[in-house]
């Protein structure tokens, strides 16, 4: 602790003409689906339905990533250098893929994730597709097969024919499990069917497509290929082409800009586009201009665009409950989203219920159900009612739609407040489920609730005891007392919680060493508001002063003084309970012409321990008398927490 110093014989000449303190400063002080994805790149994806597994290639990372339906990670295949294209057998035991940096063809067992063969191609293959047994790959701006059925793998490349396959932008094959025999090839500008029934790809029919084209499929029919970019009209779309001769039919409409196409075992049509400000998979039903469901993704990148689909990465789940999707935002992070009931309509339920009502008083609801493919009128509706008594909901009467799809019910709440009405369509074959709901401000009384002792000053470390008065309720007879003292060092802390006695009240103590904020909550009940009401309770501060290098004590009058020696330094500690930054109010009065008279006061830091010395410099000269007290002051003493309090004054005198 070090001590302060002040010149009594100029602090005294305050009374008399003017002088300043001089002190020293202070010591220390269910649904969709989306989980990230960890690949840099995408090659391929196919779904494992047997396993409920999903596969996708990562050429820039040399390795394949298994992910479960909900996109958690089972496995990881390293190892292979430019991994592409990636196909089934059809028992869906081997998983093959096209290792480019390799010129081969591995295959890995779908129940162990371990390798099975590794067969050299002779050529960087590309797409793949698995036909009868075979596996076409492409190469190039050719293809070939791989037959795996005898002693031997047998490797053809060069199957392309007299097709003029030239473009620089890929090789595409798509087949169908149901179509056997039929390969379909495209690249550049050019598309077209293969019979491959026998040893070899025998040229079916040739033809053209979109040069902007990014992946093929065939339709389960055998009748179709469809293209990931496509013109219905010269416009954004799937292209579609007839596999008898190839001529262009009727497509389907999608977002810019087309970049994906597959088809599930049911023949429903999910279509991908590169869209930053449009819905980015778009699914139609067999021959249907109009999308039956679409998918936003959100944006969870660092531009205004959202995430967008990375080319060719759709894939169906082979029950087509699900279409599997790759994202990639503005920081490249991946992300696989499974896409819920793709087939069926997501059809819109509207409920409006009126923005208040009286508790006890029946209110009507109404809404509407629609949907693009209408529902027959008569359609059941699930209503459930939530409140304060039931947060968890209760069920009330099924309500059924009328032809248009609207519908209405009444109902008298008997909880008031927030009361939700939720209704709730179950789905059907074709059509998702679906739900909507609204909220009614239901009236209750207003709670009384009150709180003592608020504005009383305490004296440091008094016992305080808060009583909390509830009035009349409905159920509800529990109060919780909080405190909050002054300061930001301190949170609000739960002191009591608990039901009210019989005659309404319910009491804390407290033990008050600052200013503290005593809160009583009433959180309320079926028929009567929440409520709570603030009491402040103020402290004082503990303060003391010692006096110290006197030579003895005496009364004057009534009044006992210190006698010091009148070259002898005053040594005044103050102690004052601690708070970080405070200060304590040293304040001196000299006796000069019948009474006290202020002569200056000055603010002193206290120690971590809570204590300050002042030292006053001796005056030479014997017979003045003066006196001192230290206070804390509510904002001069470097903060607010604790109430204004004067220490008592200690009187000193000055003999030879």
Known sequence: MRTRSIATATALAVVLGSAVLVGGVAGPASADSAK???????????????????????????????????????????????????????????????????????????????????YPVGAAPGDLEVVDGRIWFAHG???????????????????????????????????????????????????????????????????SMDTAVKQLDLTPD?????????????????????????????????????NAVRVAPDGSIAGGSFSWYDPDVHVHR????????????????????????????????????????????????????????????????????????????KLTVTGKLTSRKPLAAGTGLKVTRTDVEAPKGRTLAAVRTKADGSFSFTDTPPAGGKVTYKVSYAG??????????????????????????????????????????LGTTYKNRTVSIYTDLFGTDKPKKLLRTAKVNSKGNLSATVTLTRDTTVSAVFTGDARYTSKTVKSTGYARVRVSTAVSQHYKTGRIGSTT???????????????????????????????YRGAWRDSASEYFALGTGGKSAVRLEAPGESGLRARMRSSYVNGSSGDTINSTTHGSWKYFTFTK
Do not use: C
């Open 286 to 361: 067999p021959g249907d201009k109009v999308p039956v469901r679409e998918y936003d993704f959100p944006n969870t990148g660092d531009s205004s665009g959202a995430d967008t689909l990375v080319d060719g990465a759709l894939a169906w789940a082979p029950d087509s409950s699900r279409v599997f999707a790759v994202s990639v935002n503005t920081y490249g992070t991946h992300t696989l989203r499974a896409l819920t009931d793709p087939t069926k309509e997501l059809p819109s339920l509207k409920v409006a219920a009126p923005a208040k009502s009286e508790r006890a008083k």
């Open 36 to 118: 990230g994805l960890p690949v840099k790149s995408v090659g391929d994806m196919v779904v494992d339905g047997a396993h409920q597994r999903v596969y996708v290639s990562d050429p820039t990372g040399g390795k394949i990533v298994v992910t479960d339906y909900s996109g958690t990670v089972k496995a990881t295949l390293t190892g292979l250098s430019g991994v592409s294209g990636l196909a089934l057998s059809a028992d869906s035991g081997q998983l093959y893929a096209a290792v480019t940096g390799g010129n081969r063809i591995v295959s890995v067992a779908t129940s162990t994730y371990t390798r099975t063969a590794s």
């Open 222 to 258: 055998g009748k179709q290929v469809l293209t990931s970019w496509g013109d219905p009209e010269y416009g954004y779309g799937l292209g579609s082409y007839s596999t008898a001769d190839l001529t262009e039919q009727s497509g389907y409409p999608v977002d810019a800009y087309p």
């Open 561 to 591: 003084y210190y006698y010091f020696h009148k070259k002898t330094d005053p040594v005044f500690t103050t102690t004052m309970n601690y708070y970080k930054g405070r200060k304590q109010r040293f304040q001196l009065q000299v006796y």
């Open 141 to 207: 701006t050719d293809f070939g097969s791989l037959d795996t059925s005898g002693p031997e793998p047998v490797v053809h490349l060069a199957q392309r024919g007299d097709a003029g396959f030239y473009g620089a932008f890929g090789m595409f094959l798509a087949s169908d499990p149901a179509v056997p025999g039929v390969l379909v090839a495209g690249n550049g500008g050019a598309l077209a069917v293969y019979d491959v029934s026998a040893d070899g790809a025998a040229l079916r029919v040739k033809g």
């Open 428 to 469: 059907d074959a074709t059509h998702a489920p679906a739900s909507g709901s609204d909220a009614v401000d239901v009236s209750r009384r207003t709670a009384v609730l009150s709180l003592n002792n608020n504005g009383k000053v305490y004296a440091y470390g008094k016992k305080v005891t808060f009583t909390a008065h």
